[in-house]
T-cell receptor
């Protein structure tokens, strides 16, 4: 079936540190891949997306590359800020026939950035 | 324009009560989704509408859960005879037409069943 596995947190970093949050997906169909972010007290927001192999999604200094060979979509940021503290969710979307339009999410990774 | 809105934002119910949660999608979005997010977990799919048609309700956990979208815009998720395990945040999302596939989420309704 369709599933997403992401690195369990919590992750605690100092400001300006490098961030990686790992995400892998099951290779069923040709999924679009997403990272969503949930800031404290707010709803889910799309952070970035990639729709095909080798695409790189980027936004607000975050990047993730769609790697078909490793079925991965790891989230990276070169220098985190306190304001990046949030829960990050990796998600997949498939268009492969049948019930294929829903998002499947990972369990989320809590990131805390300290000044 | 306005985003997806949900009401109420918080709901406390006694076990056995019925609740109704409302979602107002982005204007023009024909696709509407409901997700359930338990504490510390990612959202899980409940049901999907395209206009007024409920095309998938495979994620609804029991027959106590019922969703409708009679005019193809506002949707209501109803839970009958609530149980403690129904406590969660219920998220609504809508999606624009075409191949963009991005779902825009509302702020959610946090349901607590005592």
């Amino acid at each position: 079936g369709n599933s997403v596995t992401q690195m369990e947190g919590p992750v605690t970093l100092s400001e300006e540190a490098f961030l990686t949050i790992n995400c892998t997906y099951t290779a069923t169909g040709y999924p679009s891949l997403f990272w969503y972010v949930q800031y404290p007290g707010e709803g889910l927001q799309l952070l970035l997306k990639a729709t095909k192999a080798d695409d790189k999604g980027s936004n607000k200094g975050f990047e993730a590359t769609y790697r078909k060979e490793t079925t991965s979509f790891h989230l990276e940021k070169g220098s985190v800020q306190v304001s990046d503290s949030a829960v990050y969710f990796c998600a997949r979307f498939s268009w492969s026939g049948g019930s294929n339009y829903k998002l499947t999410f990972g369990k989320g990774t809590l990131l805390t950035v300290n000044p | 324009g306005a985003g997806v809105s949900q009401s109420p934002r918080y709901k406390v119910a006694k076990r056995g009560q019925d609740v109704a949660l409302r979602c107002d999608p982005i204007s023009g979005h024909v696709s509407l989704f409901w997700y359930q997010q338990a504490l510390g977990q990612g959202p899980e799919f409940l049901t999907y509408f395209q206009n007024e048609a409920q095309l998938d309700k495979s994620g609804l956990p029991s027959d106590r859960f019922f969703a409708e979208r009679p005019e193809g815009s506002v949707s209501t998720l109803k839970i009958q005879r609530t149980q403690q395990e129904d406590s969660a945040v219920y998220l609504c999302a809508s999606r624009s037409p075409g191949f963009d596939n991005e779902q825009f989420f509302g702020p959610g309704t946090r349901l607590t069943v005592l």
